[in-house]
């Protein structure tokens, strides 16, 4: 195995650049907190740590 546990090497995906300053591009889960990014499906989000799922 390689690299640490735990560690996501694609997390800078999930920030976008905007007028010189990191922006999120996706979601934080509301229940786990800073650093639980939610995953975009077609017709939700859903959390991967602790399974919410928001339906729009």
């Keep these: 195995m390689s690299g640490k546990k735990g560690y996501s090497p694609k997390v800078y995906?999930?920030?976008?650049?905007k007028e010189?300053?990191?922006?999120r591009s996706k979601k934080i889960?509301?229940?786990?907190?800073?650093?639980v990014f939610m995953a975009e499906h077609k017709n939700r989000r859903a959390c991967g740590k602790c399974g919410?799922?928001?339906f729009y």
């Design 13 to 17: 995906q999930y920030y976008v650049v």
């Design 20 to 23: 010189g300053k990191a922006a």
């Design 29 to 35: 889960c509301s229940r786990c907190g800073r650093g």
């Design 52 to 54: 919410l799922t928001e």
